[in-house]
């Protein structure tokens, strides 16, 4: 079992060029838009290191953004702004030497834990994310993240308020 720092951070001299989480688009993204992205302060990625080795064992990637309200289930686009303001998890990936042992957990309870804060202060609806496929969208839903059914990009969204009911960002 690894044994991994904190979430901290990407810093410009983490090694981007050795990490592969066995998808190509995501290496890339991590490898050329990652820093970039940091330095212009559009969206922040938070790394877990391995101890030992200083490996980088997975990153994940906020940012803000919005979606159309008529992707919400008509029952729930009543009362609310349209677009609405969401927090947006942009990639979410872990190094191939490190699956299966708790890093996507430990990261996505990082980013949902951050984004019930920041929401004290930033109103924002919930936590969207674009699954990659089928597989990554069972990854999701065993988080609660669910179907954003009038999406055409086919999102999946877990709402701050049931982030707040399970006790994320308590204490
Ligand atoms: C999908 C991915 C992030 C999972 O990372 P991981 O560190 O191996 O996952 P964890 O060990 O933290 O697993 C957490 C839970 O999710 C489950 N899980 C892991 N991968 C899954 C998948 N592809 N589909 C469904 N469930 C999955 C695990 O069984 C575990 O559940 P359990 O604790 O009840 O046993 C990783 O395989 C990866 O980076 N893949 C390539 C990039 C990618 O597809 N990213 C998704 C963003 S769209």
Not at 1 to 26: N, Y
Not at 66 to 90: H, T, V, Y
Not at 136 to 149: H, S
Request: proline share 6%; aromatic share 10%.
């Amino acid at each position: 079992m690894a044994r991994l720092k904190p979430p901290r951070p990407l810093d410009e001299s983490d090694d981007r060029e050795s990490f592969d989480c066995g998808r190509e688009s995501m290496n890339q993204w991590f490898r050329r838009h990652a820093w970039r992205n940091q330095q212009l302060g559009v969206s922040r990625t938070t790394v877990l290191e391995d101890s030992e080795s200083g490996a980088i064992a997975g990153y994940v990637t906020l940012s803000t953004g919005q979606i159309e309200r008529e992707f919400l289930p008509k029952a729930s686009q009543r009362n609310k702004p349209d677009p609405i303001p969401i927090f947006l998890l942009g990639q979410l990936a872990v190094d191939r030497r490190f699956q299966g042992m708790g890093v996507a957990r430990s990261l996505l309870f990082y980013a949902l834990t951050t984004s019930v804060l920041v929401s004290r202060q930033i109103g924002s609806f919930g936590v969207l994310t674009h699954p990659l496929d089928e597989e990554v969208r069972g990854f999701y839903r065993r988080f609660g993240f669910e179907e954003l059914p009038g999406d055409p990009r086919r999102a999946m969204i877990v709402r701050i308020k049931d982030l707040e009911r399970n006790g994320f960002g308590a204490g």
